[in-house]
């Protein structure tokens, strides 16, 4: 199984700016992703981050508004830009090997003011 | 049109009382079933992966089993700290390597 860490577990945030969530895994990885869980509700995908090439975004979610680097294997950033209080949401980094099981961070907590 | 479904919502049982959680989907060529606990304000745990109908895997008090349309995540015997929402995710091949989640069970065992 793959450890994964994410920073910041938390954060606070006035609108208009914006955060760059880090996710670490603790071995090298084929695929990585990023999920949104807004209040209450279950996971959505908002991109498979690739190494070497540029994500690629679910319907709803934009390379602008959420931008994604992968420079590595073991590594992603997730950007949420300009936020705005809808953006308020936990955001959580998964990663696995192809078919195989995917294993999830421990997700940062976003609120925007 | 929901891909993964999850019943009940919500599931109360005493201490002790067995019961099972649902996962139905539609997709198809499905790769792989996936379950996960997730405790507040935590990422998602994995339980189990499930490949193919007949299936069974076990851990603890959980058992989860597949058929072609559906999955049960059976629990024996439950204590107060199973307590949890229980994800169910897909991965078919229409979908490619990504997970379609359902909405989750929200389990509360009481003592």
């Known amino acids: 199984s793959a450890v994964i860490s994410q920073k910041p577990s938390r954060d606070i945030c006035q609108r208009g700016t914006s955060l760059t969530i880090q996710c670490q895994v603790d071995s090298q990885v084929t695929m990585m992703f990023w999920y949104r869980q807004q209040p209450g509700q279950s996971l959505t995908l908002i991109a498979t981050a690739n190494q070497g090439s540029e994500a690629t975004y679910e319907s709803g979610f934009v390379i602008d508004k959420f931008p994604i680097s992968r420079p590595n294997l073991t590594f992603s950033t997730l950007t949420v830009s300009n936020m705005s209080p809808e953006d308020s949401s936990i955001y959580l980094c998964s990663a696995g090997t192809g078919t195989e099981t995917q294993y999830f961070g421990p997700g940062t907590r976003l609120l925007v003011l | 049109e929901d891909q993964v479904t999850q019943s009940p919502e919500a599931l109360r049982l005493q201490e002790g009382e067995s019961s099972s959680l649902n996962c139905s989907y539609t997709?198809?060529?499905?790769?792989?079933l996936f379950w996960y606990r997730q405790d507040p304000g935590k990422g998602p745990e994995f339980l189990f992966t499930?490949?193919?109908a007949g299936e069974e895997k076990e851990k603890e008090r959980l058992k989860a089993t597949l058929t072609k349309k559906e999955s049960f995540l059976h629990i024996t015997a439950p204590k107060p700290e199973d307590s949890a929402t229980y994800l169910c995710a897909v991965q078919a091949e229409e979908y490619g390597n990504k997970l379609v989640f359902g909405a989750g069970t929200i389990l509360r065992v009481k003592s």
């Open positions: 499930l490949y193919s």
């Open positions: 997709v198809s060529g499905l790769r792989g």
